[in-house]
């Protein structure tokens, strides 16, 4: 046997799951679309949601009118969630490839994705420090990788801590959901009156961000059991993943409803720990159909998505402004209902289709 087939990055590849790039590419699919669709009205399947006013499921909880702050879960809302357990699934696979560099990765991606996170918004927004999901996924990111300094059990018990630690702030403090003047514009360089604080809540306050961190490192559990390369373990622990946070989540947003109860604006402790379960169900999902069955060319649309998604995250504002240099701006806003949904998907389409043609020609953007 070759000695180069035991190093730590080969031993890493073997490992590589085809159903993670599946997952990542389906909830990044899913971001493009729900993006897209987010302005349109009257869209399908409208109803009420874990709690929320009637709601179509391809809209955020909060953009149901008269909701009480933001309460419920829709489909829309899992596609943070998804995104930052994905993070933690594979966060174990990152450090055995990398072996020594690893930190010093963990320490460049976790500055990258804040400062691209402010870039991406001022995109759209206009210039200013804004505080969005992609610097929460970093602040996750983070969160992650150093929890895994910690055993199984002491981890498990870091995210308990961490839970009741954010239920509490939330409870207790104000400022810890909610900063600034929210009748007040937002502080831009176009704007040099604008309220001050109101960009650090674009998304979520920075704070609040230790939440999404619960999220990864739920996954980072998950994504261990990866490393066995037995189908078994890892069946066993996305199960048990899935039904434990889905219990306990659910659970303490009955509790003492509304007030315990899920909400992706503040990103709530049910909230995140529900979410974790339906994710750790959705992957096993993908990876006993994709690597246990080995059924695979079913998952290539998301594997598009799922190989490059910084690349296609970013590709929305570039190929919208270009759209609308070319006089097409009608074509994208203003639709509503069945009309409105495939609208959604023919925009969905265009990305998916940039994208494929960028990783023909080995252009992907890695961080």
Not at 168 to 187: R, V, Y
Request: hydrophobic fraction near 50%; charged fraction near 10%.
């Amino acid at each position: 046997m070759n000695s180069n087939e035991s190093t730590p990055a080969l031993q890493a590849e073997k490992l590589r799951i085809a159903s993670i790039d599946a997952f990542r590419g389906f909830t990044v699919l899913a971001m493009v679309f729900v993006l897209q669709v987010a302005g349109y009205s009257d869209l399908p399947l409208t109803r009420e949601w874990f709690g929320s006013s009637p709601v179509t499921t391809f809209h955020h909880a909060a953009d149901a009118a008269g909701n009480i702050s933001g309460i419920g879960l829709t489909f829309t809302d899992l596609v943070a969630p998804f995104f930052v357990f994905i993070v933690g699934i594979v966060l174990p696979l990152s450090k055995r490839r990398r072996g020594s560099e690893w930190w010093k990765h963990v320490g460049t991606r976790t500055g990258l994705l804040i400062a691209l996170g402010v870039v991406y918004i001022s995109l759209i927004l206009g210039l200013s420090y804004w505080w969005g999901i992609l610097q929460a996924i970093g602040v996750a990111y983070f969160m992650g990788a150093a929890l895994m300094l910690l055993p199984q059990w002491w981890r498990w018990a870091a995210v308990f801590a961490i839970a009741v630690l954010h239920l509490f702030m939330s409870q207790t403090f104000f400022w810890w959901l909610h900063l600034g003047n929210p009748a007040a514009p937002f502080f831009t360089v176009a704007n040099l009156q604008g309220d001050l604080l109101r960009p650090l809540t674009i998304h979520c306050t920075p704070w609040a961000s230790i939440s999404y961190g619960v999220i990864t490192v739920i996954g980072t559990l998950l994504g261990e059991s990866i490393l066995s390369r037995s189908t078994r373990t890892i069946v066993t622990r996305s199960l048990l993943i899935g039904s434990a946070m889905c219990v306990v989540g659910y659970l303490l947003h009955r509790y003492d409803w509304p007030v315990y109860a899920m909400n992706k604006e503040t990103v709530s402790t049910s909230y995140a720990l529900f979410t974790s379960g339906v994710a750790s169900f959705t992957f096993i999902l993908f990876y006993v159909i994709i690597d246990v069955a080995q059924f695979k060319k079913w998952a290539w649309p998301f594997m598009v998505f799922g190989s490059n998604a910084l690349l296609g995250y970013f590709l929305q504002p570039i190929v919208r402004n270009f759209v609308y240099a070319l006089g097409f701006r009608q074509y994208l806003a203003g639709h509503s209902g069945w009309i409105g949904m495939a609208y959604g998907l023919g925009w969905t389409a265009l990305i998916w289709s940039v994208l494929l043609w960028c990783n023909k020609r080995n252009i992907y953007w890695k961080i």
